[in-house]
């Protein structure tokens, strides 16, 4: 099963890009992963640039992918959770896992339809550079637990 992680807007820290390879590195052992930018959009009605930036991630998104958004509103896991969905979509044959981080306001209504599960980090607000970090290292995270590897603890 493929990763593939989309986002808004450009990395603009060193760091977080740093980050970002580290982690997605560390994934590839497991699995083949892409990471993919969408533009993100200014100086519009906040509906006119939630959209845009979503039909920019839905072209970026294959068709056979099922989709998991990222949303403050989403069901909490915990780490050993999401382990057991990408362990359960591996297995069920799902052949790509896409992971989206929206831009500052979040998905379109007709964006949202099209995911299969909505999930939220935290209850905390963090900047949209930072989760892609801890996303990346949640993903990495969930495939040592489905290998038994000692990484969580």
Not at 43 to 58: F, P, S, W
Not at 94 to 112: K, N
Not at 139 to 145: K, L, Q, V
Request: with cysteine.
């Amino acid at each position: 099963m493929k990763i593939r992680v989309l986002w808004v807007g450009k990395t603009q820290e060193e760091w977080v890009r740093r980050g970002i390879d580290e982690y997605a590195g560390r994934i590839r052992r497991y699995a083949p992963m892409e990471l993919s930018e969408a533009r993100d959009e200014k100086g519009a009605a906040v509906e006119a640039m939630r959209g845009r930036e979503c039909e920019r991630l839905a072209k970026l998104l294959p068709r056979q992918a099922r989709l998991v958004l990222l949303d403050e509103r989403g069901e909490q896991l915990t780490s050993p959770e999401l382990a057991r969905f990408i362990a359960a979509n591996r297995d069920g044959g799902v052949q790509e896992l896409a992971f989206a981080i929206g831009g500052a306001y979040g998905f379109s209504d007709g964006f949202r339809a099209m995911a299969h599960k909505t999930i939220a980090l935290s209850r905390m607000t963090f900047t949209h550079q930072m989760v892609r970090i801890f996303l990346l290292e949640q993903i990495y995270r969930g495939f040592t637990i489905i290998n038994g590897e000692p990484y969580h603890h």
